[in-house]
């Protein structure tokens, strides 16, 4: 995981401002171990920052994205979530009740993925869509998933 003062350095090595909004984006973002909304993370800077505006989350998320320290996921089609692990892996998305959550992406799929594209990949986004255990997913009773159907 990062720090506030990586994200400080990172920024200011891009050559851009270092600003109180941006400091604090980076102060709610650190060490955060849920995905939080484009409008969460608005409503919480909103109290700190009454001025501050959506277009301020949003680039400063892209200027985040660029250094390497946030992924954005347009894992659902009406929201626009923020990941601050920037390490390779994948999400899951409950269908029913919007939990999302990280899912390992062994090292070996991510290079098979790599491969098969015949073009430069800057990044790779895995997501998985369905009904987590709580929302009565998979039984919690030892029944065996479903097999995924094989690529071809």
């Known amino acids: 995981m990062w720090t506030v003062e990586d994200g400080i350095e990172r920024i200011r090595s891009r050559g851009l401002k270092i600003t109180s909004q941006r400091i604090a984006i980076l102060k709610l973002l650190e060490d955060r171990k849920d995905h939080p909304s484009a409008e969460k993370i608005f409503r919480e800077m909103k109290e700190i920052y009454p001025t501050i505006s959506f277009a301020t989350i949003y680039s400063t998320a892209q200027i985040l994205r660029d250094a390497g320290l946030l992924q954005i996921l347009s894992i659902d089609d ?29 090292k070996e799929i991510l290079n098979r993925i790599r491969r098969s594209v015949p073009h430069n990949l800057d990044a790779v986004q895995v997501y998985c869509y369905g009904t987590c255990r709580a929302c009565g997913g998979r039984e919690m009773t030892g029944a065996r998933p479903r097999k995924a159907p094989r690529a071809h």
Do not use: M, N, Q, Y
């Open 78 to 106: 009406r929201r626009v979530f923020f990941d601050p692990d920037p390490t390779p892996h994948a999400h899951f998305l409950c269908s029913k009740c919007g939990a999302l959550e990280d899912i390992p992406l062994e």
